[in-house]
């Protein structure tokens, strides 16, 4: 077992990084005068990653949606649903499935270790039987059904499916009805002991915590991995979106619109490359910047307008959007804006603003036990350290955020998702 202490001069904290013997990554952060705790536990599989390679050498494919189904059946045990056990202790529990994870969580304020003993013994052990399997299933394709029905999620993927060609992020994270009607229990108990890993896992413990007593619960409840962990097989993507426009009508009363810029990358962004990004994104279309004003004087959104930078460790994209009378023209006025400021360059005031407002908000973050959880557990994942992005975010100069615009936006690569009322549809 390894342990290393990560400190911050900027911040005057650390936390505690450990490579545990059975495999597994924690990461302890001790935070002072706070009364509450909060632990994530999870895995790098997320809906993305359906082909694999085992430790075999045998190339697997599974149906598109395991992964959240097996994070739905992972609660379930032959003595009952785990949620009842942290309910006993007044712990709040919850679980997640992203593109590229899956998560499992809770918060308390009072027995943390009896609680993460929870967390470590569910996760580890699986229970799925042929009826408990197939009863999940009408259980899912309640949920597939009620996302399809949202018009922002399908906004969102109809916006995936313009920009990225092969690449799985595409595709729901639940699947589809269909595709999930071919989970079988032999299935979950593969993607299971395959990134179930613990060399492919995390333990992020934030807040009222003891780092010594955390060692000790891993000890006691951690099982030792294989130390060779599946090989993810995402297939290659081309530098070219897969179409310029997609719309579909939805019974919305304003249409709805999200537009996209993708980037090809072929590994994590690096910490430098995360911080431009923030203080370019926030600098071209936070609520101070010129195009926000422009859109709004033109009534070409409302407040429900919002921007994210959507990346992992095989994709990276610009997303943004809300409601408009005229998504077009948004969307016009938008990409003309980034073309300008690729041809001309950006405002030295405005990066200054745009740099200290990022700065700010990434300090503040650190208030949070959540926050600070969810940053930790981003970053494992991306092969980054949080301190060392606030240490270069606060050093960024305007030739490194241009030198970002020119590496993120490109004008043909960009894409259109509209979601339209009955009546606009054409």
Not at 335 to 348: I, S, W
Not at 353 to 361: E, M
Request: one cysteine or more.
């Amino acid at each position: 077992m390894t342990i290393e202490h990560i400190k911050s001069s900027i911040l005057d904290e650390e936390y505690v990084k450990i490579k545990h013997s059975s495999g597994l990554t924690i990461y302890s952060y001790p935070k002072k005068d706070y009364n509450s705790s909060y632990a994530l536990f999870g895995t790098k599989f997320g809906s993305i990653n359906t082909s694999f390679v085992d430790q075999s050498g045998n190339k697997i494919t599974t149906p598109d949606g395991i992964a959240h189904y097996l994070e739905h059946k992972l609660f379930e045990s032959e003595d009952g649903d785990a949620f009842s056990k942290f309910a006993q202790t007044g712990a709040s529990a919850n679980a997640y499935t992203a593109f590229d994870k899956t998560m499992y969580l809770f918060s308390c304020s009072d027995n943390f270790i009896t609680n993460l003993e929870f967390l470590l013994e569910f996760v580890q052990n699986p229970y799925f039987t042929k009826e408990t399997v197939e009863k999940e299933q009408g259980i899912i394709s309640q949920e597939i059904r009620m996302y399809d029905d949202s018009p922002d999620w399908r906004a969102l993927f109809n916006l995936l499916n313009a920009l990225y060609v092969n690449h799985p992020i595409k595709k729901d994270i639940a699947g589809t009805v269909e595709s999930i009607s071919q989970i079988t229990p032999e299935l979950l108990y593969t993607c299971y002991n395959n990134f179930y890993n613990l060399n492919n896992m995390v333990l992020v413990v934030v807040g009222n915590v003891n780092t010594d007593e955390v060692i000790k619960c891993a000890d006691k409840f951690l099982k030792k991995s294989s130390e060779i962990p599946p090989s993810f097989v995402i297939p290659e993507e081309p530098d070219v979106i897969n179409m310029e426009y997609i719309e579909q009508t939805f019974p919305v009363s304003i249409p709805i619109f999200q537009l996209g810029f993708k980037e090809n990358i072929r590994q994590p962004l690096s910490e430098k490359q995360l911080a431009e990004t923030d203080v370019l994104t926030a600098m071209l279309f936070g609520e101070s910047s010129m195009l926000y004003k422009q859109l709004e004087e033109n009534k070409l959104i409302n407040n429900s307008f919002s921007f994210e930078h959507f990346e992992s460790d095989s994709y990276s994209a610009l997303l943004l959007g809300g409601e408009s009378r005229n998504p077009k023209k948004a969307a016009e006025l938008i990409k003309n804006y980034v073309q300008d400021k690729l041809t001309n360059g950006l405002d030295e005031e405005e990066f200054l603003l745009s740099k200290r407002s990022t700065y700010g908000d990434a300090i503040a973050s650190f208030n949070s036990i959540e926050g600070i959880g969810n940053i930790i557990n981003s970053m494992h994942f991306t092969n980054r350290e949080m301190f060392k992005y606030i240490d270069i975010l606060s050093k960024l100069t305007l030739e490194d955020v241009e030198n970002r615009l020119r590496e993120q936006f490109s004008i043909d690569k960009c894409a259109l998702s509209v979601i339209l009322p009955p009546e606009s549809e054409g």
